[in-house]
């Protein structure tokens, strides 16, 4: 009797260096799987299926949808996106942590579907450090930065209803501390107490 | 605005190297500070008040009981034994982590007054190996190890009242287990969502 895998959602404003941090994670961490995504777009050049994306048609999605086998999905202009259920769970049997990067609107559909999920919200250092940050990518208008910035403020109010908080100050402390959350995560007594009750034959 | 520290409770059927653990996590992290017990018995040579115990008669420590002062306590062969709480109160508030090794009754007492405690049960690796560790004292008759062995399994039953189980198998590993939970109890949203939303400004 092996432990099951850890689901992990990690949701943030932006400029908090979520993609950074969603790297190295799993770079350092060969038992970290990220999730994969169904959609109904079509795929752009040299995405595979199975490896970027679910490629399926607004049928098959729609068919899936009504039998309850995503954990979350949305619409964006005019396609779906979801996470199928059956990849997620096939994963985490075989002792695999999943990684699911989303918005906080896909984070509390998951939290009602799959109750023992762990959920990570990541933040910038400061605010100053925010605004550097959507500063420095120099694509958009002041005004529209200020709404970013205005957004990302509004986002962190949300932080409440996730259930770790990780400061991305610095990649490798962050890394560290989803490192040890994972771990202190399926050291939990609800998470591990069948497995040693078994193992003592202790079990009632 | 700084964070509290954490107050964990460590219990554990004999033969699983609490003992060895908790000295290596002291040596390992100087933030974390093992709990100084209250006592009425008399002080052994080379005890030192407020270091080894807090001597005192058994009027203070009535008296103290009845203020409610301390977080447990139990009668041992006539003597009085118990947690001061304001020391733990003192320690967690400059931001250490306070350690206390406890039995399991001890350990509900805690729960109960005292309820953002984290609960860390420790474990051996196997029945062999428990077995093992309890033979090899070779203090006893085997009608006492068996006895101990027996209370070891009864003990271990307990463990779904703690938060936390530590598989002490190797001392670096448990220790670095407890490391990670108490990185992660300090990241939780419950126990630090009032820092976050204070730094942003956010907070409503």
Request: charged share 30%.
């Amino acid at each position: 009797m092996e432990q099951n895998g850890l689901l992990m959602v990690i949701s943030g404003p932006s400029g908090t260096g979520k993609g950074t941090l969603v790297k190295h994670l799993l770079k350092r961490n060969n038992n970290i799987q990220l999730s994969v995504s169904a959609t109904t777009r079509n795929p752009r050049p040299g995405e595979v299926d199975e490896v970027n994306y679910f490629f399926m048609t607004k049928n098959d999605f729609e068919k899936k949808l009504e039998h309850g086998e995503f954990l979350e999905h949305a619409e964006v202009y005019g396609n779906y996106y979801g996470t199928p259920k059956a990849f997620v769970e096939k994963q985490l049997k075989k002792g695999n942590n999943v990684l699911l990067e989303i918005d906080i609107l896909g984070a509390m559909q998951i939290r009602e579907k799959f109750k023992e999920a762990v959920f990570l919200f990541i933040i910038p250092p400061s605010l100053e450090e925010l605004q550097r940050r959507i500063e420095s990518r120099g694509t958009e208008t002041p005004e529209q930065m200020s709404k970013r910035m205005n957004s990302s403020l509004e986002e962190i109010k949300e932080l409440k209803k996730y259930d770790y908080v990780i400061l991305n100050d610095e990649v490798e402390k962050a890394t560290a501390l989803i490192e040890a959350i994972i771990n202190a995560e399926l050291a939990s007594v609800e998470r591990s107490q069948h497995y040693w009750l078994n193992l003592f034959g202790v079990r009632r």
